[in-house]
């Protein structure tokens, strides 16, 4: 079945430490995108690839990392600078490059931060 | 830069009521519209979606939308909604990016 694979499901950290969530998607899509979701505030966009070794600052990037080696693969880090790390973070990737807005979601990583 | 508004944080309806979900974005060249829907314990889905033409536009399950140029807006609207419509439903607007809206949780009581 095509889709998109987040992983871990669930991951505790403790504070000062980094963290990298996987996603990887089997559509052959161009662009992947990590949001964030906290309650009351909707999706915020962290960053996202629009073509293999590139890609671009979301509205809040700081204390985040990703890499775009592979067309499938879109790893997120969430490093010791990112203040408030706690949260529900998801993954999704569109068809085209360029895009229409189409985005086909994971089924997200919740990170705890002990 | 470009925002969507949801007024609506959270409805509270019963069975066979109507649904308008008000959504409003801030953009003035050509954007593409969505609704989103995230029911409990599932993936995010697209519910319609507009790029142009008819600005009315139908999506799954018996909801539709309309897009109203003139005042920036995506409505939400269902006649009659069931229990199984209980969800977060998530407006987004997009030009180079996919712009959320911060979410009306819709719970339907039977």
């Known amino acids: 079945d095509g889709g998109i694979t987040q992983s871990p499901k669930y991951l505790f950290r403790k504070e000062g430490q980094n963290v990298t969530l996987s996603c990887e998607q089997n559509?052959?899509?161009?662009?992947m995108y990590w949001y964030r979701q906290d309650p009351g505030q909707g999706l915020r966009l962290i960053y996202y690839?629009?073509?293999?070794?590139?890609?671009q600052k979301g509205d809040i990037a700081e204390g985040y990392s990703v890499s775009r080696e592979k067309k499938e693969s879109f790893p997120l880090t969430v490093t010791s600078a990112q203040k408030n790390p706690t949260a529900f973070y998801l993954c999704?990737?569109?068809?085209?490059?360029?895009?229409?807005?189409?985005?086909?979601f994971g089924e997200g990583s919740r990170l705890t931060v002990l | 830069a470009q925002s969507v508004s949801q007024h609506n944080h959270h409805v509270i309806l019963s069975e066979a009521a109507s649904l308008e979900l008000g959504c409003n974005y801030s953009?003035?060249?050509?954007?593409?519209l969505f609704w989103y829907v995230q029911y409990p314990g599932q993936h995010l889905q697209l519910l319609l979606k507009y790029f142009s033409g008819d600005p009315l536009v139908k999506g799954i399950k018996g909801f539709e939308a309309e897009f109203i140029k003139s005042k920036f807006s995506f409505n939400l609207r269902k006649p009659s909604v069931q229990w199984s419509d209980t969800a977060e439903y998530f407006c987004?607007?997009?030009?180079?990016?996919?712009?959320f809206g911060t979410g009306t949780r819709l719970q339907v009581f039977p």
């Open positions: 559509l052959n899509h161009d662009a």
């Open positions: 987004a607007v997009y030009n180079d990016k996919l712009i």
């Open positions: 690839s629009q073509i293999v070794n590139d890609f």
């Open positions: 953009y003035g060249g050509t954007v593409n």
């Open positions: 999704a990737s569109s068809s085209s490059h360029g895009g229409t807005g189409e985005l086909f």
